[in-house]
Protein backbone atom coordinates (compact mmCIF):
# COMPACT_ATOMS: atom_id res chain seq x y z
CA UNK A 1 0.00 0.00 0.00
CA UNK A 2 1.09 3.36 -0.85
CA UNK A 3 0.47 5.91 1.39
CA UNK A 4 1.73 9.86 1.96
CA UNK A 5 3.03 11.06 4.86
CA UNK A 6 1.33 14.79 5.92
CA UNK A 7 2.30 16.43 9.18
CA UNK A 8 1.82 19.50 10.13
CA UNK A 9 -1.73 20.17 10.64
CA UNK A 10 -3.00 22.04 13.69
CA UNK A 11 -5.45 24.63 15.65
CA UNK A 12 -4.20 28.45 14.94
CA UNK A 13 -5.98 31.81 15.48
CA UNK A 14 -7.02 33.84 12.29
CA UNK A 15 -4.22 35.76 11.21
CA UNK A 16 -1.59 32.82 12.15
CA UNK A 17 0.02 30.88 10.02
CA UNK A 18 0.69 26.98 9.87
CA UNK A 19 3.05 24.80 7.30
CA UNK A 20 2.11 21.29 6.66
CA UNK A 21 4.28 18.70 4.57
CA UNK A 22 3.72 15.79 2.97
CA UNK A 23 6.30 13.08 2.31
CA UNK A 24 6.21 10.61 -0.68
CA UNK A 25 7.85 7.00 0.11
CA UNK A 26 10.92 6.42 -2.74
CA UNK A 27 8.33 4.07 -4.38
CA UNK A 28 6.84 6.65 -6.03
CA UNK A 29 8.76 7.22 -9.07
CA UNK A 30 8.37 9.82 -12.26
CA UNK A 31 6.77 12.23 -10.06
CA UNK A 32 4.61 14.87 -12.15
CA UNK A 33 3.06 17.16 -9.83
CA UNK A 34 2.32 17.24 -6.12
CA UNK A 35 -0.35 19.16 -4.20
CA UNK A 36 -2.82 19.68 -1.58
CA UNK A 37 -6.60 19.56 -1.87
CA UNK A 38 -9.35 19.90 1.22
CA UNK A 39 -12.15 19.23 2.13
CA UNK A 40 -14.12 21.35 4.70
CA UNK A 41 -17.75 19.87 6.35
CA UNK A 42 -20.78 20.01 4.02
CA UNK A 43 -18.28 20.74 1.27
CA UNK A 44 -16.79 19.40 -1.63
CA UNK A 45 -13.33 18.16 -1.82
CA UNK A 46 -11.57 21.46 -3.87
CA UNK A 47 -7.75 21.88 -5.26
CA UNK A 48 -5.92 24.00 -3.05
CA UNK A 49 -2.70 24.54 -4.69
CA UNK A 50 -0.06 21.62 -6.90
CA UNK A 51 3.28 22.53 -8.27
CA UNK A 52 4.56 20.79 -10.82
CA UNK A 53 8.57 18.90 -10.93
CA UNK A 54 9.56 21.50 -13.08
CA UNK A 55 8.16 24.70 -10.40
CA UNK A 56 5.05 25.79 -12.26
CA UNK A 57 2.06 26.28 -9.80
CA UNK A 58 -1.60 26.50 -9.83
CA UNK A 59 -3.47 28.02 -6.52
CA UNK A 60 -6.98 28.10 -5.58
CA UNK A 61 -8.64 31.64 -6.07
CA UNK A 62 -9.66 31.89 -2.59
CA UNK A 63 -5.40 31.23 -1.42
CA UNK A 64 -4.13 33.34 -3.72
CA UNK A 65 -1.44 35.80 -1.78
CA UNK A 66 -1.76 33.82 1.52
CA UNK A 67 -0.50 30.49 0.53
CA UNK A 68 2.50 29.32 -0.88
CA UNK A 69 3.17 25.56 -2.25
CA UNK A 70 6.75 24.55 -2.85
CA UNK A 71 8.63 21.18 -3.26
CA UNK A 72 12.02 19.52 -2.88
CA UNK A 73 11.94 17.27 -5.47
CA UNK A 74 15.11 14.94 -4.21
CA UNK A 75 13.39 14.33 -1.30
CA UNK A 76 9.50 14.00 -3.00
CA UNK A 77 8.20 16.33 -0.49
CA UNK A 78 5.80 19.32 -1.16
CA UNK A 79 4.97 22.26 1.45
CA UNK A 80 2.34 24.62 1.87
CA UNK A 81 2.97 27.26 3.64
CA UNK A 82 -0.18 28.92 4.97
CA UNK A 83 -0.37 32.22 5.78
CA UNK A 84 -3.20 35.06 7.17
CA UNK A 85 -5.53 32.12 7.95
CA UNK A 86 -8.95 32.86 8.21
CA UNK A 87 -11.50 30.31 9.80
CA UNK A 88 -12.97 29.51 6.41
CA UNK A 89 -9.64 27.76 5.83
CA UNK A 90 -10.73 25.48 8.27
CA UNK A 91 -10.67 22.00 6.54
CA UNK A 92 -8.78 18.21 6.21
CA UNK A 93 -5.71 18.71 3.86
CA UNK A 94 -5.26 16.07 1.80
CA UNK A 95 -1.95 15.59 0.07
CA UNK A 96 -1.94 14.77 -3.47
CA UNK A 97 0.84 13.22 -5.75
CA UNK A 98 0.57 12.20 -9.30
CA UNK A 99 3.39 10.70 -10.80
CA UNK A 100 3.91 9.39 -15.40
CA UNK A 101 2.47 5.94 -15.41
CA UNK A 102 5.81 3.64 -16.35
CA UNK A 103 3.72 1.77 -18.64
CA UNK A 104 2.87 4.83 -20.70
CA UNK A 105 4.74 8.10 -19.82
CA UNK A 106 1.49 9.73 -21.18
CA UNK A 107 -0.95 8.34 -18.63
CA UNK A 108 -1.28 9.23 -14.87
CA UNK A 109 -1.21 7.77 -11.44
CA UNK A 110 -2.68 9.53 -8.38
CA UNK A 111 -1.81 8.90 -4.71
CA UNK A 112 -3.39 10.24 -1.67
CA UNK A 113 -2.76 11.31 2.12
CA UNK A 114 -5.26 10.45 4.78
CA UNK A 115 -5.52 14.21 5.37
CA UNK A 116 -4.35 16.19 8.15
CA UNK A 117 -6.65 18.60 10.10
CA UNK A 118 -6.46 22.78 10.16
CA UNK A 119 -8.32 24.73 12.21
CA UNK A 120 -8.51 28.19 12.19
CA UNK A 121 -10.70 29.84 15.37
CA UNK A 122 -12.14 32.89 15.30
Known amino acids: QVQLVESGGGLVQAGGSLRISCVAP????????MGWYRQAPGKQRELVAA???????NYADSVKGRFTISRDNAKNTVYLQMNSLKPEDTAVYYC????????????????WGQGTQVTVSS
Open 96 to 111: NVRSTNWLNPKLTDDY
Open 26 to 33: GSILRIYA
Open 51 to 57: ITSGGST
